[in-house]
């Protein structure tokens, strides 16, 4: 097998995970794809450590890998927690909520109106007959209940 | 490297139309231009992998273009896609095909435990808040981006600037393509020979100790930290304050429940 062809190539879909998992950390705003991103940067870096082992013949590589996996597993492990928190506090995934953070002289974030998607129409959800009598509606119960 | 030299490299176009196709996929909102985008960016890709030598033989060189293939258009659908759950089966598609890659690299060890910890661990961790905390999807900050053709020209730039860094590397246009090509290293030894674990086992009980001792105090204290932030959120979760915050305006369009639709019916 043509050894130099061989790292040159791991490279390039090394680089190309790198830059695909930027775009992700940049542009989304999903909490969950953003650390999706980030973990697919470790890939990438990954991808062309094992290339470089190869091509050496050293074993440092393959070392590093199992390294960059326990510090993957420990950034999921605090990511998630952290999450879990945060959504606890706002009640969705949305990374634009924390838009308050924000210095004190930058002007706040303006949401962009999205048409609806097609297709997305509301749900008319199947209603029984009523029989006997109603019983009373506990509107607090129904107003403040938690979003999940 | 002159203009016209620039413009005659596909790897220019190819990081032209990756930015170009990767800002037509990220949701923007509109669902135009979709199909358009994938076109543009397998094109780019195409450019991309057009300017890499081949492996040899035809086995080979297959091989790794159908793992190459999966893992980077599975890379493409994951940041792409609107639905966080396509997104995170589409990811583990990519590490699939990573782990083929490893092994097609000799390090089998690797190939496994990317399948087994990544895969099988923290995706299935990933889905499982994705499932706790979403589970009607098609929320709307799911379907917009920030700044998406800035966030794709930087990706773009930095895969540019990375390949064309390879391919300036490897293939030097003139006198000293002699540093990297022909450098003999010794090839039959270790690394792809046999008792690959306890090859691997050895160099990381042996030059890797301090990090392999290191690695497990980052464990340790990873959980510890863990524990101590959900401790945290949960002595918060009581006090009223913290959820009457004003939520941003894309929250608010969110569908109802329908146990509330249903109950209203019911009145």
Known sequence: MNEVGLLENYLLVGALLVGLGLIGFFSRRNMIVMFLSAEMMLQGVSVSLVAWGRYHNDWGGQALVIFILTVAACEAAIALALVVAIYQRSGSLDIAFWHDLREDNLPAYADQEIPEVAGETPHHWPTLTPSGTEPEHNTEEETHRAMV | ???????????????????????????????????????????????????????????????????????????????????????????????????GLFMLQGSQFLGVATIVVYAGAILVTFLFVLMLANPEGHASYDRLSWEAPLSAITGAFMVGVLTFALVGVFNPPDAFDTKFSTVEIDRTGEILAGEHMAHLGGQLFSRHLVAVELAGTLLLVAMVGCVAIVAEAKSRRGQPASRKRQRPKSASREPQRPELRAGEALR
């Open chain 2, 1 to 99: 490297m002159t203009l016209d030299a620039l413009v005659r490299n596909p790897l220019t176009w190819g990081t032209l139309l990756f930015a170009v196709g990767i800002w037509l996929l990220l949701p923007r909102g509109a669902t135009r231009g979709w199909w358009l985008g994938l076109v543009i960016t397998l094109v780019s890709l195409g450019l991309f992998a057009s300017r890499m030598p081949a492996l040899g033989d035809w086995a080979s060189t297959g091989t790794f273009g159908f793992l190459a293939a999966v893992t980077v258009i599975a890379a493409v659908m994951t940041i792409t896609l609107k639905n966080p759950v396509y997104c995170a089966i589409w990811f583990a598609l990519s590490l699939l095909g990573t782990a």
